[in-house]
């Protein structure tokens, strides 16, 4: 049944969520108090990279279930279920979660919210976020709200497919009314046999950060043997693949490279480890700590390799670095190894230009301090070496023989571990890829 629903907060998640409902059929009201953010999403425009989303959103405006805002209205009052979707991010100076835009958007939406109407958050959060929200919004409205938590599991690339056709939906209740309303906005989810998992607040709030934990702490790892097999001769991409098939490890995330990066992981690690320690019990998370400097150490690792390949000073080098945004499919900045790779490299005194399919944009106005290219065998032309940093597509089925032609060294530092390495060795380069025994392959 088609409910009527406001979503709060129309960032990469909110967007996304509020899209996917109105797909489901529902009645959406998407509040964004970012102007331009607004008015790309008024006029049809997704204000960030997300496949198949700008056709979803053209689809259900048409449809006429959808409509955006700067602010709460009367309208706003009629929905039976709001969902939180507003940032937070690291605070400045310090680890913890930066939970301000959730009291602000509760003390924007008190005015108008019903007694019979629930609340679900579903921005990752430290645990007993939700409680101190209750307490808000009880005192601006006079009576115990129905709030509830809702994780999201969306990963940039797939992200509507990943709210459409969950592998699980998690629901933290504590009252029968917000598990009712939650049950129904999803029902044409859960009828195609989606897990519904409902569980107590807390423990919805603990889900995405320690799925995210774990995630990290397993790509950490596969890069902390990496760094094992560079000093003794193994292989760390072929160790990954025997111990996957070990059915109590699995084989994803064991792929080593220069780490992780994007707007969730990182920052919600580093969170997670703040509020442990806000709760007495930061000892419990110390390896997070660990897991964290792993991730930053393989990025200094190819400055390591572009100086050993090519002397120890790097000024003047022409190096080319390949991909800016921190996964392909995406053009999110936060946090990218790719981006922090280029810093690196252009600190070195380094002749840096970067090449990405669709980020270049973001680069040029967030670090303009770097060079960019948009023609990629321009930017190849004269380099000294060349980075893969993300692993496009574009760059993993690009001509290794014509690239090495326009190239003064073809020496290609392989940072992803996902390109055809026989091919660009056959074609001349020198490949040296993190962690990886490559030259068996030549």
């Known amino acids: 049944m088609a409910m009527k629903i406001t979503v709060i907060g129309l960032g990469y998640l909110g967007a996304t969520h509020a899209i996917a409902m109105a797909e489901l059929g529902h009645d959406v009201i998407g509040i964004e108090a970012n102007p331009a953010r607004l008015s790309d999403l008024q006029n049809g425009r997704i204000p960030f990279h997300e496949p198949g989303l700008p056709e979803a959103l053209a689809k259900v405006l048409a449809k006429g279930n959808i409509k955006f805002k700067a602010a709460h209205d009367?309208?706003?009052r009629d929905a039976d279920l709001h969902f939180l979707c507003v940032g937070t991010p690291q605070l400045a100076g310090s680890y913890a979660a930066n939970?301000?835009?959730?009291?602000?958007?509760?003390?924007?939406?008190?005015?108008?919210?019903?007694?019979?109407?629930?609340v679900a958050g579903k921005s990752t959060v430290p645990v007993g976020t939700s409680a101190e929200?209750?307490?808000?919004?009880?005192?601006?409205?006079?009576?115990t709200p129905h709030l509830a938590w809702n994780p999201e599991f969306l990963r940039e690339g797939t992200a509507l497919e990943d709210s459409l056709r969950p592998d699980r939906?998690?629901?933290?209740v504590n009252d029968e009314r917000s598990e009712e309303l939650l049950r129904e906005?999803?029902?044409?989810i859960t009828d195609l046999g989606t897990p519904f998992l409902v569980t107590d607040i807390p423990t919805a709030e603990l889900v995405k950060v320690a799925a995210n934990s774990f995630l990290a702490t397993k790509i950490s790892f596969i890069n902390a043997m990496a760094e094992i097999a560079e000093v003794s001769g193994a292989d760390a991409v072929k160790l990954a693949e025997a111990i996957g098939y070990d059915e109590r490890i699995g084989n994803k995330f064991l792929r080593t490279g220069i780490g992780f990066g994007g707007g969730c992981l990182p920052k919600d690690i580093r969170a997670f480890m703040a509020r442990a320690?806000?709760?007495g019990v930061g000892s419990a998370v110390d390896f997070l700590n660990g897991i964290d400097d792993i991730n930053l150490r393989r990025r200094v690792r190819v400055v390591d390799l572009l100086k050993q390949e090519l002397g120890n000073d790097l000024t003047g080098k022409r190096i080319l670095v390949l991909g800016a945004a921190f996964k392909p499919d995406s053009d999110d900045l936060r946090d990218s190894p790719a981006i922090a790779v280029a810093k690196l490299i252009f600190a070195e005194g380094a002749d840096l230009v970067i090449h990405d399919p669709i980020s270049l944009s973001n680069v040029?106005?967030?670090?303009?301090?770097?060079g960019t290219e948009q023609d990629l065998l321009q930017a190849a032309t004269g380099a000294d070496a060349v980075v893969l940093a993300t692993e496009w597509r574009d760059y993993r089925d690009f001509d290794p023989v014509l690239m090495a032609s326009v190239v003064k060294n073809p020496l290609l530092i392989e940072g992803r571990n996902a390109m055809p390495v026989a091919e660009w060795q056959k074609a001349g380069w020198r490949v040296?890829?993190?962690?990886?025994n490559v030259e068996a392959l030549v």
């Open 99 to 118: 939970t301000q835009y959730l009291r602000d958007a509760v003390a924007d939406l008190a005015p108008f919210l019903r007694a019979d109407a629930a």
């Open 277 to 279: 320690d806000e709760l």
């Open 169 to 172: 939906i998690v629901i933290g």
């Open 133 to 143: 929200l209750t307490a808000i919004l009880a005192e601006a409205t006079g009576f």
């Open 364 to 370: 040029n106005t967030q670090h303009p301090e770097l």
């Open 432 to 436: 040296i890829a993190l962690g990886r």
């Open 74 to 76: 009367e309208e706003s």
């Open 185 to 188: 906005v999803y029902e044409s």
